[in-house]
């Protein structure tokens, strides 16, 4: 994609009661749901996930708790994160992230992205 974002995310605990309300123009759906559940329907082809979030579903799914996100979350350095693009060592066009953004992946080729 030609834009560039500037993104935060954010880790909160919720009562249980909470509603979930989107605003109609930056978001335009709202929806309670767990890591797994969100990445099932992704991979189903019911959700598109966009890389960055996918990348902090993935991170945010090692927690089995809240309590867990919330501890893990404020034991680490905020870190930003500019993807960098590139060759591989093996020639092809990829994604590099910052190893300290502690995700999953340091390295993905442009090809899957597009998958």
Do not use: C
């Not at 995310?9 to 979930?20: E, G, R, S």
């Not at 902090?56 to 089995?64: A, E, H, I, T």
């Not at 060759?87 to 080729?109: H, Q, R, W």
Request: net charge negative.
């Amino acid at each position: 994609m030609p834009k560039r974002f500037d993104t935060w995310f954010f880790l909160v605990d919720t009562p249980a009661d909470q509603i979930a309300r989107h605003d109609g123009h930056e978001t335009v759906d709202s929806v309670w749901t767990t890591v797994d559940d969100a990445l099932r329907a992704r991979q189903a082809g019911e959700r598109s996930i966009v890389f960055p979030t996918l990348s902090n579903l993935r991170k945010l799914g090692r927690s089995p708790s809240v309590a867990d996100a919330m501890t893990a979350a404020r034991s680490k350095q905020i870190v930003t994160v500019l993807p960098r693009v590139g060759k591989d060592e093996d020639g092809e066009l990829s994604l590099f992230l910052p190893a300290e953004a502690d995700y999953d992946i340091v390295k993905t080729s442009l090809a899957a992205l597009r998958e």
